[in-house]
């Protein structure tokens, strides 16, 4: 069983301010990945960490940033949140090597919603 | 580009029946993982398929991969109410990456 979490939950907050969405793992993996997903919609990568101070872009462009100081922890920063950012987050990990061959984990994902 | 493709994107099915949901790709790649999604849920992992001719079951669910045809199926037999969910197939770039289907929102009716 996975042990990824991300707060908050649900985060609605007014344009401009900044946000940041947490994520942690407790399963020790170096992976670590950010997702964008509309409403029913397929999941668009827009950053990950291969490990400590790595982070690199994903495909999808995104305003956001995101720092990996300790292996367990990958949070997510908006400065300047706007409505086009609403949308749900979802981070997950994956350990290198590990069976079975590297499967993603998901965290229950934080939807955000920016007035 | 990899691109994932499934088809169909919505399917409505009465129980007992069986049903395919496919999930074709455009490039070279090893590795297809099929995930499930509740509404309002995150994902949970369902299989991985690792090579050429890979077939994995659970419970009424059974996913097969076959690189050659850069195609995989996932084979729904009998099917009941608590399988209704969104099934997404993705694919590894072999940059461990993930790429995702557009998703097959299925929904099971008695």
């Known amino acids: 069983e996975a042990d990824i979490y991300q707060t908050p939950r649900y985060l609605v907050i007014g344009t401009g301010k900044k946000i940041t969405l947490e994520c942690s793992q407790t399963m020790g993996h170096d992976k670590m990945y950010w997702y964008q997903q509309d409403p029913g919609m397929e999941l668009h990568l827009i950053h990950y960490?291969?490990?400590?101070?790595?982070?690199e872009k994903g495909d999808l462009s995104s305003e956001s940033t995101v720092s990996r100081i300790r292996t367990e922890h990958f949070p997510l920063t908006l400065e300047s949140a706007r409505p086009s950012h609403t949308s749900q987050y979802l981070c997950?990990?994956?350990?290198?090597?590990?069976?079975?061959?590297?499967?993603?984990?998901f965290g229950p994902g934080t939807r955000l919603t920016v007035l | 580009e990899l691109k994932v493709e499934q088809n169909p994107l919505f399917l409505s099915m009465q129980e007992e029946k069986n049903y395919t949901i496919y999930c074709n790709y455009s490039?070279?790649?090893?590795?297809l993982y099929w995930y499930r999604q509740d509404p309002g849920k995150s994902l949970e992992s369902l299989f991985v398929l690792l090579s050429n001719g890979a077939v994995k079951q659970e419970g009424r669910l059974m996913a097969s991969l076959d690189t050659k045809a850069r195609l995989s199926t996932l084979h729904i037999t009998a099917a009941v109410h608590d399988l209704s969910a969104t099934y997404f197939c993705?694919?590894?770039?072999?940059?461990?990456?993930?790429?995702f289907g557009t998703g097959t929102r299925l929904q099971v009716f008695p």
């Open positions: 960490s291969y490990g400590v101070n790595s982070t």
């Open positions: 490039t070279t790649s090893d590795r």
């Open positions: 997950a990990s994956s350990d290198r090597g590990g069976p079975p061959a590297d499967t993603q984990y």
């Open positions: 993705a694919v590894d770039k072999n940059t461990d990456k993930l790429i």
